[in-house]
């Protein structure tokens, strides 16, 4: 499920029946990276690009040897240690001792959006220049608008400030004894001219409501499982006016829980931190052992060559959108009917994996 456009643009979303996703955790701020699931998530903060970034972070508070290309770390032992190593004397015998110093990157070697640090600035201002950081850029600021859009201002503070109200996990065992969850939102005001104006959720309050000053108001969240299994994520959005200054404001809280079987659930959870396994270098044979040769009658006696397969692999990403659009309609059956009904829909699911082998090398997840 696709995260939320209008949540993307404006930090709000105020349309009702919108089924797109609102978990506003699935924006990592480290990487300035958006994901659409949880799962996918998940992989990424598993993900070597993902520890990168934050071993790149982790440099600037530190000591970075711009001969080596290494992050030594704040420790000055550690960094005596490497002045003397063998290998950073070697290197600083070709680019000269002047670039061994300790201390953060430089603003002009280093891209703070990206966490990306630069050997020179003709590499640093190609980096600026490329559509990557570019897009990153613009995820920074959807990630700017989302924050913005959690934090409590003008005088009225909403409970839950980190943005995400996690209902504890819901057993369908229980849910003929207790069918509904309910979640308290506090909300406090430091003026009594602060209503709160409306709601985009279920809850069992019916705005407008006036907030008072010494008095909080305790909004409740409703969730009725029903027949629903899973994990449900959904945004509720406050909406606030000043009767005496005019101003209209939005706080809003992701809400998160997880229907199910209390007993699996609890299997399928992980029992230690994940670890990622060294990575192995493959080793060439360069003499390798002479073996059997295998038999002539043990091998597929083809018929005939089979024919290419009419799809290519590299339409989706050639040409204008119209160009693209025209190179798919042309590899789709003329009529969908009972004898093109395997050839079409074989063409869609191909177009559909290609075009998410390129969004994930696009936008680099």
Known sequence: MPFCQELKLTGTCKQLDCRSTHDTSLFCEDCNVLCDHRSQMESHLRGAKHIKVLRNRAAVSGNVCWVCNMTIGANPTMWTQHLSGKRHLKNAEKVGPASARAGPPDSDKWCNVCSTRFPEKRAANAHWRSEKHKR??????????????????????????????????VDIQTLAEQPLRTM???????????????????????????????????????????DLRGYFTDTVELSFDNTESGQEWKVSRTIRTTVGVAADYALLRPTA?????????????????????????????????????????????????????????????????????KDFWRALLFVEEHQMRVDIEEYDL
């Open 136 to 169: 990153r850029v613009a995820l920074l600021e959807v990630g700017g608008r989302i924050k913005e859009s959690q934090q409590s201002k003008n005088g009225v503070a909403v409970s839950h400030e980190p943005g995400i109200i996690e209902i504890p996990f």
């Open 184 to 226: 308290d939102i506090t909300i406090s005001a430091r003026s009594h001219h602060c209503r709160l104006t409306a709601i985009r959720f279920y809850v069992g309050t019916t705005p407008p409501v006036r907030l008072h000053v010494d008095d909080d108001f305790k909004l409740p969240i409703v969730f009725e499982a029903g």
């Open 273 to 341: 931190p994940y670890i990622r396994p060294p990575r192995r270098v493959i080793t060439r044979v360069r003499q390798p052992l002479p073996g059997p040769v295998p038999s002539l009658r043990a091998t597929i006696p083809y018929i005939k060559a089979l024919p290419p397969y009419p799809l290519d692999d590299v339409f989706a990403t050639l040409g204008s959108l119209d160009q693209r659009i025209a190179s798919i309609r042309a590899m789709l059956p003329a009529v969908l009917n009972g004898r093109t009904y």
